[in-house]
Structures are given as C-alpha cells and as structure tokens.
C-alpha cells in the first residue's frame, strides 16, 4: 500500500487529533496482517478475535528508526590469461534529524488514542490503562524514550503514557533474550483481565535503501547503494493472547495464543524530508598484486532533515494504515 500526500499539506496540516469521528482504514487488513496460532500448523490468529468481546491494549511499543545505512561489495577475482576484476565496496548512511522527542512521544500517543478508538469503532470493549495498571506488577519494563538497535539500525522506542514500555522474547527491537518473565506475566494479564490481550510492536523508517548487494567480481567489479525518503511501517506484530487457564508458572494453558504480523511494508510517498550529503569518501582504485585494478571503495554520509510537522503528518498517515488490523476485529465478530 503506497499513501500520498502534497507537499504543501504534509508541511502545514496541524498534529492529528482523535477527537472527531474515528472511521476505519479502507485496506483490506486479511491482505496484510497474518500469524496463526500453536505453530505453522496451527489455526488462522483472526479466530481469537471471536471468543472474546474485550480487548487489553497491554502494550504498544512504537520504534521511529533514526538512523539508517547499507552497503554493498563485489569480491575481485582473478582469472587464466591475466584478467582480473577488482574489489568494490560502497556504504550509505542516514540520519533523520529535525524532529524531537516530544513530537514522539505524541505521535505515539495519539496512535494509541487512535487504536482504541478503532477497536471500538469495530464493536469491542477496550479496558483502560488504569484498569490494567494493577496487572503490571510482574512485567520487566524499560525507561521511555529507550535507544534501541537491530543489526545496523538504530532507532527510538516509545509507548504510550501510562503504558509501560516492555519486550518480550522474540521482540526483535528490544528481545529480552531467553527470559520468559514478560511473556508469562502478558499471559497472566489476559487471564485476570478476563480479556483477549495484544501489544503491538510497530517500526516506522524513514528511509528505503538500495544496494547493490554482495557478488562476485565476474560478473561485475562496481558496488552501488542508494536511498529515498519514504516513510513506511515496515515491521508490525504483536501476540494475541486469551488465557482462560495457565500452568506452569504462566504458560496458556486453555485459550488462544498466537501471533499476528505485518506481511509487506506499508509506504508513503509524502514528502516529509531533505536529503543532504555531509560527508562522502571515495578512495578510489590501489594497484593489486598483480599491477592490475585493485580495489576502490566509497562511503557517504546524508542527513534528512525534516521538521516536527512535516513528520507528524505523514507518520500519523502511515500509522493510521497499520493500527487498521483494528478492522480484523470488525470481520470475526463475537457470536451472541
């Protein structure tokens, strides 16, 4: 899915508030949004939606990548008869700048205010985050705004106020490593909840990279990256839990528990940054062993440079898309 926007609205639509009419997203979410339960084999996760009528947001975990790189390379090789191919390498990186932690942290509030109002809009009772306050004793839980990384990405993790920020095994932005603790204590609040519980674990970027990617020299001797400004949801998933019993110091025992994630990006193209080139670094070509052309390399720098506004917009866009799974909800209603 691919949002538009013009540039001109995107720098002077005001922050987007919830307090008009929520109307749900026109996607299609079983295009979207998958995962089963108990396994590969396991039954559809949309199932769980329809034995239960309540639904605790027990986490929304919201990473805004604020760095971003790639790189590629092409292996050199030497052939009979003399010929040789040399090595070349390229790197990009990226980092946005000109939007605060403010504007984050409100972003993400309003994405939560937004999510409630879907899933009632789609006919469920949503508990509140002081009804499931008490229900936090046993989580693990992070300070907000918290600096997260995955591989060579870096980025910002922010939850909404009066939710804590917490991970869970298989959490790849924050994986708490082989602890089980917050994925007990998740399973504990859907049982004392009485509620079928989520948390959502959802990363904006800013950037979509291109590279070149990593081949033999016999084929070519360049390496070449490349980026664009778009905004995009490019990772969503979050467990769908409805513990009627646990054992086990936690485990579900009767219930549901599965997962759902985000099948393919969800893109802008609005306008929201600058790209500028700071730094760039080419070293050109060295003499291989034997005399012939050797390696050459090139690594540069760029900034996008945005604003609070210009980013607020098109992220409350592309986020609206991705809290719409909220829609799933509407299409397995609860029988009565």
């Not at 008869?81 to 946005?96: N, P, S, V, Y």
């Not at 939710?163 to 790849?172: C, M, S, T």
């Amino acid at each position: 899915m691919q949002l538009s926007a013009s540039s001109a609205a995107v720098a002077t639509a005001p922050t987007e508030s919830v307090s008009k009419a929520v109307e749900l997203p026109d996607l299609d979410p079983s295009q979207w949004f998958d995962g089963k339960m108990g396994g590969t084999f396991g039954e559809k996760t949309v199932n769980a939606f329809a034995r239960s009528n309540r639904v605790a947001i027990a986490g929304l975990r919201i990473v805004f990548v604020t760095h971003n790189e790639t790189s590629a390379i092409t292996r050199g090789s030497y052939m009979p008869g003399g010929r040789e191919t040399g090595t070349a390498k390229a790197k990009m990186e990226i980092d946005l700048q000109g939007v605060d932690d403010a504007t984050l942290q409100a972003i993400t509030d309003v994405a939560y205010q937004r999510l409630v109002a879907q899933l009632k809009a789609a006919g469920r009772e949503v508990m509140t985050p002081e009804q499931l306050q008490p229900l936090y004793a046993d989580f693990k839980t992070s300070a907000v705004p918290q600096e997260v990384t995955l591989a060579a990405l870096r980025g910002r993790a922010f939850t909404p106020r009066g939710v804590p920020l917490w991970w869970q095994g298989g959490d790849a932005w924050g994986d708490s490593g082989l602890s089980q603790a917050n994925m007990r204590a998740f399973n504990e609040l859907s049982k004392s909840a009485n509620a079928l519980a989520i948390a959502p674990a959802i990363v904006i970027d800013f950037a979509r990279m291109q590279s070149s990617g990593n081949r033999s020299g016999f084929t070519s001797s360049s390496a070449s990256v490349g980026a664009s400004l778009t905004m995009s949801v490019s990772s969503f998933n979050t467990r769908v839990v409805r513990a009627e019993e646990t054992r086990y110091g936690g485990i579900v025992f009767k219930g549901d528990d599965g997962a759902l994630t985000l099948t393919h990006r969800i893109d802008t193209d609005a306008e929201f940054a600058d790209l500028q080139k700071v730094e760039e670094n080419n070293k050109g070509t060295v003499m291989s062993l034997f005399g012939a052309l050797g390696a050459k390399s090139s690594q540069s720098v760029s900034v996008a440079k945005t604003n609070n506004a210009a980013y607020s917009q098109v992220a409350h866009a592309v986020l609206k898309q991705a809290t719409g799974f909220a829609k799933l909800f509407a299409a397995y209603p609860v029988a009565k």
